[in-house]
Each structure stands twice: as C-alpha cells, then as structure tokens.
C-alpha cells in the first residue's frame, strides 16, 4: 500500500509493502523453515526551496524481516539540484543507518552523491 502527495512545491510519499517469501532450496537455512515475510515502511518529503531549481528532502525507511536480528532504518537527509528543465539532476544525501541489514549493532553513516539524467 502507498500513497503520495504533491503540490506548491512539497512532495510526500508513502509505501508499506509486506512480503511473504518462501524458498524452492529446502536445504537453504537462511529462512526459518523455508519461509520469510517482511515488512517495509517507507515515507520521503521533499520541498522545492528555489522553484524548479532546488529541493530539500528527507526520508525514513525502516525494514523488518523476520530473519533479521533487529529491524534495519534508515533515514537520510539531502539536497538535489535541478538543470534544464528538470532533465538533469545532482542529488547529495547523508544517510544514516542502524542495524544495517539486520545486524545489530552495524551503523554505518554515508555521504551518497548522484548524477542523474531524467528522461
């Protein structure tokens, strides 16, 4: 399930898909007998500060997998630059996260950079 908003220069999105999966390989142990469900829950926002030009946003995800040792979140905060029209972008994030992958006590922190051509 999901949902989003946009208008006046905010964006909002939400998503919270649940996943239920289930192995072919019996002999693969990294499902409790053979079956794993999850759930994700995802929400960004943004807000165009310069009209067209730039944007400030943030995000929160969070993921819960029943073979994690604890639930893995994330939450950035960033910047993206627009040209032309929007076709071209220059994004910058600092993320940070917990229990990466599932493992607590893993918290690794991020500077994530992207150049992208929107088309």
Known sequence: MGGALRG???SDRRRDPRVRGETTDRAFTGYDRG???LFKLSLQS???????RVEVGGGYDRLDAETYAS???RVSLGV???WNRQQLKLQCNYVLHW???GAA???PRALVTQLQLVF
């Open 8 to 10: 006046r220069g905010l």
């Open 35 to 37: 079956e794993a469900a």
């Open 46 to 52: 943004g807000y165009m500060v310069l009209p067209e």
């Open 71 to 73: 639930a893995w979140k």
């Open 80 to 82: 993206t630059y627009y």
């Open 99 to 101: 229990s990466f992958f």
């Open 105 to 107: 006590g893993e918290d």
